[in-house]
């Protein structure tokens, strides 16, 4: 049995099908859990119930923790430690390996080209430090002996049917729409983004491979190009002109007076006034495999609709 906690979010649904090639156990818990595919086990769980996770790794081989909490400041500093802490001492009492899907805000804002699993942890953001306090609880466990674990980290990510993702949103969603593409800071830096349906693919493999586990993992992801190129390669794609809007960090900063989701972003926009360039050469050597091409992962977005 596998387990998916969190399963209702982009990597939970796309990770549910890949873990098919390696088992026929899977459990997906959640608050709401929904099928994935037709013998998913399913199971009410909310995360920060510690026994609501124990019960729901009873019998678990590999646990993935992929939950996404409201993208909050104050949620993140009140709930990640919780569901972190739950998670570890319920896989520690079932034995349970487990997997955490992780994202890159701990790492250094003056070293995001490139970053490899050795970049330097230091944070500048308030979600950042949380982030960076979760993956040392798991590291630490780790090192104790106690827990078998690993981290895997994606850079932003972008796919088929992705909801909250800022690339399909705020590119694909508008251009297909005739409107203006919305970008953050400048179009001029380099950027890339892990491709879901690669993530899912790379985190069930990792997960089903014995000594992969005590390591940090860069998921697979294409090389970065300019965020000008990548405005243009949609277009033309979608057969239409890449008119871009920039928001400059003023006007986020002064969106976000009256919108939430704005407000949270603004600590974030070091991202996007810089080079960014996640390295996932450990994973494509070890593995031999390479990411979806950034042509053919534009193709299969709009292709889904």
């Given at each position: 049995?596998?387990?998916?906690?969190?399963?209702?979010?982009?990597?939970?649904?796309?990770?549910?099908?890949?873990?098919?090639?390696?088992?026929?156990?899977?459990?997906?818990?959640?608050?709401?859990?929904?099928?994935?595919?037709?013998?998913?086990?399913?199971?009410?769980?909310?995360?920060?119930?510690?026994?609501?996770?124990?019960?729901?790794?009873?019998?678990?081989e590999?646990?993935?923790?992929?939950?996404?909490?409201?993208?909050?400041?104050?949620?993140?500093?009140?709930?990640?430690?919780?569901?972190?802490?739950?998670?570890?001492?319920?896989?520690?009492?079932?034995?349970?390996?487990?997997?955490?899907?992780?994202?890159?805000?701990?790492?250094?804002?003056?070293?995001?080209?490139p970053?490899?699993?050795?970049?330097?942890?230091?944070?500048?953001?308030?979600?950042?430090?949380?982030?960076?306090?979760?993956?040392?609880?798991?590291?630490?466990?780790?090192?104790?002996?106690?827990?078998?674990?690993?981290?895997?980290?994606?850079?932003?990510?972008?796919?088929?049917?992705?909801?909250?993702?800022?690339?399909?949103?705020?590119?694909?969603?508008?251009?297909?729409?005739?409107?203006?593409?919305?970008?953050?800071?400048?179009?001029?830096?380099l950027h890339?983004?892990?491709?879901t349906?690669?993530?899912?693919?790379?985190?069930?493999?990792?997960?089903?491979?014995?000594?992969?586990?005590?390591?940090?993992w860069?998921?697979?992801?294409?090389?970065?190009?300019?965020?000008?190129?990548?405005?243009?390669?949609?277009?033309?794609?979608?057969?239409?002109?890449?008119?871009?809007?920039?928001?400059s960090?003023?006007?986020?900063?002064?969106?976000?007076?009256?919108?939430?989701?704005?407000?949270e972003?603004?600590?974030?926009?070091?991202?996007?006034?810089?080079?960014?360039?996640?390295?996932?050469?450990?994973?494509?050597t070890?593995?031999?495999?390479?990411?979806?091409?950034?042509?053919?992962?534009?193709?299969?977005?709009?292709?889904?609709?």
């Open positions: 049995m596998q387990i998916i906690l969190g399963s209702g979010g982009a990597i939970g649904k796309d990770l549910a099908k890949e873990l098919k090639t390696f088992s026929n156990e899977i459990c997906l818990a959640s608050r709401n859990p929904i099928k994935v595919n037709d013998n998913d086990v399913l199971v009410k769980c909310d995360l920060t119930k510690p026994e609501e996770v124990e019960n729901a790794m009873k019998g678990c590999v646990a993935y923790l992929t939950v996404g909490l409201p993208y909050r400041v104050k949620i993140w500093q009140q709930q990640w430690n919780v569901v972190m802490k739950n998670t570890i001492e319920a896989c520690k009492k079932h034995k349970t390996k487990l997997v955490f899907f992780d994202n890159i805000y701990m790492y250094h804002p003056n070293k995001l080209n970053m490899t699993e050795e970049t330097e942890v230091s944070p500048s953001s308030k979600k950042g430090k949380v982030r960076s306090e979760i993956a040392q609880m798991v590291l630490e466990e780790i090192n104790s002996g106690v827990l078998k674990a690993m981290i895997v980290r994606s850079a932003d990510f972008y796919g088929p049917g992705i909801k909250n993702s800022v690339l399909n949103e705020v590119v694909f969603n508008n251009l297909k729409k005739g409107k203006k593409a919305n970008w953050f800071c400048s179009v001029d830096y890339n983004f892990t491709f349906p690669d993530a899912a693919r790379a985190t069930a493999l990792l997960g089903n491979t014995e000594s992969a586990y005590g390591q940090i860069h998921l697979p992801t294409a090389l970065p190009i300019t965020m000008k190129k990548w405005i243009e390669k949609i277009a033309n794609e979608l057969g239409v002109q890449p008119k871009t809007q920039i928001a960090k003023f006007i986020v900063k002064m969106i976000g007076l009256f919108n939430p989701i704005m407000k972003f603004v600590e974030m926009l070091y991202q996007y006034d810089r080079d960014y360039n996640f390295d996932s050469t450990k994973f494509e070890t593995f031999k495999i390479k990411p979806t091409s950034i042509d053919d992962g534009i193709k299969q977005v709009i292709n889904a609709g």
